[in-house]
């Protein structure tokens, strides 16, 4: 495992627009810095021997599309450029890019031959690297996980990071929270969960403001599994009342179709 660079946490100005993290030598983390949005989102391209895939375009106010073009430059790969879900934050940059996965979940479950949308879970191979991919709508209908076999990453986007876990669908999300704790339980192991931004501090069940772009005391980026395993519980121990539920790493924060905290 690499350790983690010290992410900016927004409290200069004068920091560039973005830091790159290599997790290892085909997986690149982007970060989008919180002064030029306050999302601050991550962004993840994965490198295969055929193909790249990245994950996400931010929110648009980055030149991803440069700093894309500079990572694979000598590199013989084709791009795929998709997302973890079609929010704006993470769709932002794609008219940047040639051709793009599309953002609704029609478009994600054709493009990786999901037939039976959200229960079927499939592979997508970039090239002596497989990925399995698991649709987990109820934070938003397209929201996929990617779970990486080769560096056992799990990538959860917006459905798990440590931060407010924002659900429009109650439902869904927990049916969803299920279904990827049963894929990693049926022995698909994780080392790390990793999603797409972060809104806690590091002290336990602390976040920041709502659209806070100053992290001081940021909470790490990376999971334990085991907080997988806690939301799987504490969801399917919720019910079906939508409620907010204040956890160390995580708030679950459900909101109605219109925006508003239930
Ligand atoms: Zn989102
Ligand atoms: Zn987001």
Do not use: C
């Amino acid at each position: 495992m690499t350790t983690f660079p010290a992410w900016d946490d927004g409290t200069t100005t004068t920091t560039p627009d973005h830091q790159i993290h290599w997790y290892d030598d085909r997986t690149a983390i982007i970060r989008q810095a919180l002064h030029t949005n306050f999302e601050g989102p991550f962004i993840y391209l994965l490198l295969g021997s055929e193909r790249a895939l990245l994950l996400d375009t931010g929110t648009g106010h980055i030149d991803l599309r440069g700093i894309v073009d500079g990572l694979l430059a000598g590199r013989d790969l084709e791009l795929v450029v998709a997302h973890t879900h079609g929010h704006g934050d993470h769709v932002g940059g794609d008219d940047q890019f040639d051709t793009v996965v599309g953002k609704s979940a029609e478009a994600v479950a054709e493009y990786f031959g999901i037939t039976a949308w959200p229960e079927q879970i499939v592979e997508f191979d970039l090239g002596d690297r497989v990925l399995d991919i698991i649709a987990i709508p109820g934070h938003h209908p397209s929201h996929v996980a990617y779970y990486d076999r080769s560096t056992r990453l799990l990538l959860t986007g917006d459905s798990l990071y440590a931060g407010r876990l924002y659900v429009f669908d109650w439902p869904a999300f927990r049916a969803s929270v299920a279904r990827l704790h049963g894929f990693v339980a049926a022995g698909n192991p994780v080392d790390l969960v990793l999603g797409t931004h972060i809104e806690m501090t590091r002290e336990p069940g602390v976040d920041f403001g709502l659209g806070s772009d100053v992290h001081p005391g940021e909470h790490v980026l990376e999971l334990d599994p085991a907080v997988l395993t806690e939301l799987a519980e504490v969801m399917a121990a919720a019910g079906e009342t939508p409620h907010r539920i204040v956890r160390d790493h995580f708030i679950v924060f459900p909101l109605s179709p219109a925006g508003e905290p239930l």
